[in-house]
């Protein structure tokens, strides 16, 4: 089964729909790393009130469906005075939702470091932020890697939700072109296959450190 004309001249606009999802992609993951360094760091603290807040932020991500989380953000914008920004929207709210599992992984391979590492660390003299900074977290970042890139992995999937603020990513273009052809089998196929464009590298990554940490 070939394409069709019609099938070939929407080629570009499912494209730009892969380049959205890409950079969409790419965006929401680094901020979901940022939001799971603070979120691990704050249920960290012996401080229970920033301990707590860590929770709650995990509990709330990981308790509530991505898309709820989705237009929270979205109709909260405008009252910022950043309405009409889905690109923004969706990175924040998809950012915000996976930053709780990366959260959770990096919290869970915190005994990774052995308390000798600690208290050496403070022995010369750095404070609790800076051992974690310096010490903790490069080696638990290391030992998480292939958690984390399965997390994003993960993350890649969770961008088709970016369509319901009309943000034209791979999955919204794809329903552009079927309500414009009406070859929906065809169109489909092609969205998978720009899915997996992306997903197939990262899941070889995830694979490759895998076999690298058994190795080690």
Not at 140 to 145: C, I, P, R, W
Request: aromatic share 10%.
């Amino acid at each position: 089964m070939g394409l069709n004309e019609q099938i070939v001249s929407a080629l570009p606009e499912l494209g730009y729909g892969l380049l959205m999802t890409l950079c969409l992609t790419v965006l929401a993951a680094l901020f979901s790393l940022a939001m799971g360094l603070f979120g691990c760091f704050l249920q960290l603290r012996r401080f229970w009130l920033w301990r707590g807040i860590g929770r709650l932020y995990v509990s709330l991500m990981r308790g509530t469906p991505a898309i709820v989380q989705l237009f929270v953000v979205f109709f909260t914008l405008p009252r910022l005075g950043l309405g009409g920004q889905p690109m923004l929207a969706a990175v924040i709210a998809i950012g915000l939702n996976s930053g709780a599992y990366v959260a959770e992984i990096l919290r869970v391979n915190q005994d990774l470091v052995t308390r000798g590492q600690r208290e050496a660390a403070r022995t010369l003299g750095l404070s609790r932020w800076l051992t974690w900074w310096y010490v903790i977290n490069p080696q638990v970042l290391q030992a998480s890697l292939p958690m984390l890139v399965n997390e994003f992995t993960i993350l890649l999937k969770t961008t088709p939700l970016a369509s319901v603020v009309a943000l034209t990513e791979l999955t919204y273009a794809g329903q552009i072109v079927i309500a414009r052809t009406y070859e929906t089998t065809q169109v489909l196929l092609l969205v998978a296959a720009g899915y997996l464009l992306i997903a197939l590298p990262l899941m070889r990554i995830a694979h490759q450190l895998e076999r690298k940490g058994r190795r080690t």
